[in-house]
């Protein structure tokens, strides 16, 4: 009879066990596309629809926590998606860190939200590579505001990386030069049970089973951002 209830609670741990390690990564997921949702849903978002309509990877740090005196500094966990080359669909999240410091005279600490829209091919090879340095690795410059659809598609043909933020209500874009983006290589094992780096989730399809919040994601994302030719 003990080995019968062993048996049961050693069974029983390991899906509880499971659902506890990936349970940082399902809330950055849940929180991500809240960001996304918020941005594509406000009658007066900041980050133009159709910029991120073209844009061939989207990254996206919820509650990035901002904190310092005189010398500052950042950090972030966060996601990115790319789209396929196929038929523009957003494909399985990579988990990743983000930090960076700055100078001057600051006090107290602050949440913000942080996306960042790659628009080129170099700006895509940039973010494969396991750390990418913005303003080293691929340009980065605070994005264009504004819902106009002629002006962002101009616009999207120029920069390479478009950074935003918010900290307190509407979008805005910001400078991000000096920020270190890595591979989160732990989360994704926490999450997809295998030690990935962003280039074997985005491109190398070696993510053998995608959990069903990883699934629901990748709806979500591709139904709230569907590639620019089809938009109505």
Not at 2 to 15: D, M, T, Y
Not at 115 to 131: A, N, P, Y
Not at 176 to 194: C, E, P, T
């Amino acid at each position: 009879m003990r080995k019968i209830v062993l048996a049961l609670l050693f069974i029983s741990f390991f899906p509880i066990n499971t659902q506890a390690n990936d349970y940082n990564e399902q809330k950055t997921l849940k929180d991500s596309l809240a960001v996304i949702d918020e941005i594509m849903n406000s009658p007066d978002q900041e980050i133009p629809s159709e910029l991120i309509s073209q844009a061939k990877a989207i990254l996206i740090f919820p509650t990035l926590i901002k904190a310092g005196f005189l010398i500052g500094g950042r950090y972030g966990e966060g996601v990115a998606s790319m789209r396929a080359k196929k038929n523009g669909a957003f494909g399985p999240p990579t988990f990743l860190t983000q930090t960076g410091l700055s100078f001057g005279f600051q006090v107290g600490a602050e949440a913000v939200d942080l996306v960042l829209l790659v628009m080129t091919k170099r700006g895509l090879e940039s973010l494969l590579k396991d750390e990418l340095t913005l303003g080293v690795d691929a340009a980065v410059s605070a994005g264009p505001i504004g819902r106009h659809a002629e002006a962002a598609i101009d616009i999207g043909m120029q920069g390479e990386i478009y950074s935003y933020s918010r900290s307190k209500g509407a979008f805005a874009g910001v400078s991000l030069k000096g920020a270190v983006i890595s591979n989160d290589i732990k989360a994704n094992h926490a999450y997809y049970g295998q030690f990935l780096k962003a280039k074997d989730v985005l491109i190398r399809n070696k993510v053998k089973n995608i959990p069903k919040s990883g699934k629901r994601f990748i709806k979500e994302l591709n139904f709230l951002a569907p590639p620019l030719q089809k938009r109505n």
